[in-house]
């Protein structure tokens, strides 16, 4: 439901995103013209095999591509900013060193995206063994900077790997113990209405949400399924799939619900507050295959969470009620099983929180918004302690 944050001019404003992985194409068509780059004093290495350095391209399209005429559009297109930190540079692979990077020069309300996977202990004491792929907050000195970046109010999206692992087995009982990184940790679900979570998707409880993990449209030349227009490896575009595709889409939706946030109060949510809102608010998880991903997020209901936590607003501050006609011509009524008094007060905002009109609620709770241009608002009713509101379309 990232469309509706878009139809109320949300897509990411004023937030800076990181990533952390091998490389990306800054020359492909939807991010030449756009604020991408690779973070001061690194490089990527030119020993790195193409799928390794594509798979940023794909990632950069899903979170912030060119919302122009043609391709694709980033989730959060609107943001100010995404910089690569990556792991493997001329000097050598160091991954370490990449998540340490991208910590150090991010602040409060940034977001850090971590495209990797790391060695679950199967792999760790076997070296030939089956896959056991798990996030790469595993590794200890992941999860200290992790948990260092959270504590400073940095945002934290990672995948959670493509093992097929259950992280509540007795294996994963010291990473466990570890308690929680602030980090939201993202499996892949299915792109259909069951939400079901995909066999490989890695799960458990420390999984906190799910994004597509599959038929996700993304850019780039990954593999055999990619298109190039023009036999241009810069107009290239590729259907992406894993926890790698899911990841962004979860880390794009809570770049969008930090801007807003930013946007109605001048601060910012944690990494922890975000990932609270979004599963909260978000589509169930489906019950056709067992392992727990998390919810889908669902941006129309943690855009009113959002807007309810800018106002200080909870569940015994709030009262319910209906707007009616919406779409809205020139007025509406208000309509409500709650005993609302004419003490009441009506507010109007923009989108972006500004108000643009204000009254007390008249005797026949009819509210005349003639006077406003056409475009989406909330109406806020506010009676003593009490509040609540609801989205109009103005038409």
Same mark, same amino acid.
């Given at each position: ?32 013209? +756009?604020? /991408? ?6 490089? =990527? ?16 399209? !899903? ?12 989730? @959060? ?40 996977? @790391? ?6 004491? /076997? ?26 109010? +940095? ?51 420390? =999984? ?42 979860? @880390? ?87 005993? !609302?008094?004419?003490?009441?007060? =009506? ?33 806020? !009713? ?14």
């Amino acid at each position: 439901n990232m469309q509706y944050a878009w139809n109320l001019g949300l897509n990411g404003q004023n937030i800076k995103m990181r990533d952390v992985e091998y490389g990306f194409n800054k020359n492909h068509e939807e991010l030449d013209v +756009i604020n /991408t780059s690779i973070a001061t004093g690194m490089n =990527v290495s030119t020993a790195a095999y193409e799928d390794y350095t594509e798979h940023g391209t794909a990632v950069f399209g !899903i979170l912030y591509a060119h919302k122009g005429t043609f391709g694709i559009s980033g989730m @959060a297109y609107g943001a100010s900013e995404l910089v690569l930190f990556p792991e493997w540079q001329q000097s050598g692979y160091n991954r370490i060193n990449a998540v340490s990077q991208s910590v150090t020069n991010s602040t409060i309300g940034d977001i850090i995206v971590y495209e990797m996977q @790391a060695d679950g202990p199967a792999v760790e004491s /076997t070296p030939n063994a089956a896959v056991d792929y798990v996030m790469a907050e595993y590794n200890q000195v992941i999860w200290d900077l992790t948990k260092a970046a959270t504590d400073a109010g +940095i945002t934290v999206v990672a995948a959670a790997g493509n093992g097929y692992v259950n992280l509540d087995t007795p294996s994963y009982a010291t990473y466990n113990a570890r308690g929680d990184s602030g980090a939201i940790i993202v499996g892949a679900g299915a792109s259909n209405t069951s939400h079901n979570r995909l066999a490989y998707s890695t799960y458990g409880a420390r =999984v906190n949400l799910q994004g597509w993990g599959q038929d996700v449209q993304a850019i780039g030349k990954l593999g055999t399924a990619y298109t190039l227009v023009g036999n241009d490896f810069n107009q290239s575009y590729v259907n992406f799939s894993g926890t790698s595709s899911a990841t962004p889409i979860v @880390a794009s939706c809570a770049t969008v619900l930090q801007s807003y946030y930013f946007s109605l109060t001048g601060n910012y949510l944690t990494s922890q507050q975000l990932r609270t809102i979004m599963q909260q608010t978000g589509i169930a998880q489906g019950t056709g295959v067992t392992g727990n991903i998390g919810p889908l997020p669902n941006m129309e209901s943690a855009i009113q969470e959002v807007y309810d936590q800018s106002l200080g607003l909870n569940e015994e501050t709030k009262f319910k009620f209906q707007v009616y006609p919406n779409p809205v011509s020139n007025q509406f009524t208000i309509l409500s099983g709650e005993l !609302i008094s004419n003490d009441a007060k =009506v507010e109007v905002y923009t989108s972006l929180g500004q108000v643009v009109l204000t009254t007390n609620l008249p005797n026949d709770k009819v509210v005349d918004v003639s006077q406003l241009s056409n475009g989406f608002y909330f109406v806020k !009713i506010s009676e003593n302690n009490r509040s609540f509101i609801q989205k109009i379309i103005k038409k």
